[in-house]
Every structure is written in structure tokens, then in C-alpha cells.
């Protein structure tokens, strides 16, 4: 399977709403980071984990090195929201950088 | 902060064409990145830089051509433009974190 298999492909909430996404790791990874790309095509660095749970705002990140996962969770959904999270993650052997395909995210009003 | 800058932002082409996509960051990270994305796929690595003047081959550098003359900067020359070929092409740089350029838009007529 691939590397970097990351869930759902495409999300839809409606504002206010509450969910999560998800990457799964084939084997051990260094560290992970997601992104959102806006409707511009514009790319945000939202978090970078080494290990363990960061916040900012309404957005949270845990990364499992040893379950080889790593979760982003939206609370409250805004429309602003809206648009294609990416997670990466750095390959323990090589660390080069692995993409998963991303979760389309649309958030309604 | 630092900014990426990317030039040209729109980029049209002939079939055959050389081209070259320009980066400059003002981070004064050691490495630097360049991406393709397809549209509604997600990131693939063509070509990175550990520092100035090194480059490393991505997963998809056949067909392009890099140069890092200096640590601020990191070109991307397509060496052929292929025909009816769209990418958006994307340039990073990192300490630990990922920082992107907004990206050039390639249409090849």
C-alpha cells in the first residue's frame, strides 16, 4: 500500500461542526506536518510534530510514531476552512518527505 | 518572518520550450525544495537542495534540470515543455517546518 494513506479523501461539514482527519503510516516516521491548501492553490504549514499533540485555535495534531498515525481535528468548522489538508511525513530511514493525497474539505453554511 | 517568492506566477509555454521557474527566500534556510502538483493530486518532489550548490534528484526529476548557485535562490528549468501539460509548480524551503511559494502556474500550448 502506500506510505502515506491518508482519510477521508473528501470531507463535508457544515459550520460549527466538529470532525477529524486522519493519516496512517505503512512504517515508522521521524516526524509529520499538515498543510492546507486554500482555493488559491496557496500552501499553510499548519503543524509540525515530532511526537505528541499540538494546538492552535480550533485545529489540534497528534502524531503515534509507534501506531504510525497521525490525526488533525477541526472543531467548529468555519467556511474558511474550506479547502485540501495535507499531511507529510519524514521517513525515519532517509528523511525525505512523503506526501499522502490530501482530504478535500468543504464547509457549508 | 521570511517569505518565498516565486516568479513567474503564470507561465505559458510551447511544446519543446525550455523554461525556467525562479525561487528566492529570504529564510536563509540550508534547504530548499521544488514540487509539482497536478490538479486534484498531491505533491511530488522533483528536485532539493541541502544547501548552496547541492542538488538532490526527487521522484520526479527526469525531464527537468536545477540549479541552487546561491542559498537564497533555487531555479527549476523544465527542459522540454510537454504539450497540453498544466502543473502547478511549487517552491519550499525548511528548517524543520516547510514554508511554500504561492506557486507557478504552467500551461504548455
Known amino acids: 500500500g502506500m506510505p502515506v494513506e491518508q482519510n477521508p479523501p473528501a470531507l463535508s461539514l457544515y459550520e460549527g461542526a466538529d470532525s477529524g482527519l486522519r493519516c496512517n503510516f505503512s512504517?515508522?516516521?521521524?516526524?509529520v506536518q499538515w498543510f492546507q491548501q486554500n482555493h488559491r492553490g496557496r500552501l499553510i504549514t499548519l503543524f509540525y510534530?515530532?511526537?505528541?499533540?499540538k494546538e492552535n485555535g480550533r485545529l489540534k495534531s497528534t502524531f503515534n510514531s509507534k501506531e504510525r498515525y497521525s490525526t488533525l481535528h477541526i472543531k467548529d468548522a468555519q467556511l474558511e476552512d474550506s479547502g485540501t489538508y495535507f499531511c507529510?511525513?519524514?521517513?525515519?530511514?532517509?528523511?525525505?518527505?512523503?506526501w499522502g493525497l490530501g482530504t478535500s474539505l468543504v464547509v457549508n453554511p | 518572518g521570511g517569505i518565498i517568492t516565486q516568479t513567474p506566477k503564470f507561465l505559458i509555454g510551447q511544446e519543446g520550450q525550455k523554461l525556467t521557474l525562479k525561487c528566492q527566500q529570504n529564510?536563509?534556510?540550508?534547504?530548499m525544495y521544488w514540487y509539482r502538483q497536478d490538479s486534484g493530486k498531491g505533491l511530488r518532489l522533483i528536485y532539493y537542495?541541502?544547501?548552496?550548490?547541492?542538488?538532490q534528484k526527487g521522484d520526479l526529476s527526469e525531464g527537468y534540470d536545477a540549479s541552487r548557485e546561491k542559498k537564497s535562490s533555487f531555479s527549476l528549468t523544465v527542459t522540454s515543455a510537454q504539450k497540453n501539460e498544466m502543473a502547478v509548480f511549487l517552491c519550499?524551503?525548511?528548517?524543520?517546518?516547510?514554508?511554500f511559494g504561492h506557486g507557478t502556474k504552467l500551461s504548455v500550448l
Open positions: 507529510a511525513a519524514e521517513d525515519g530511514d532517509n528523511s525525505k518527505l512523503i
Open positions: 512504517t515508522t516516521m521521524k516526524s
Open positions: 510534530l515530532a511526537q505528541g499533540t
Open positions: 529564510f536563509n534556510h540550508d534547504t
Open positions: 537542495s541541502i544547501t548552496e550548490n547541492d542538488l
Open positions: 519550499a524551503s525548511s528548517s524543520e517546518r516547510l514554508f
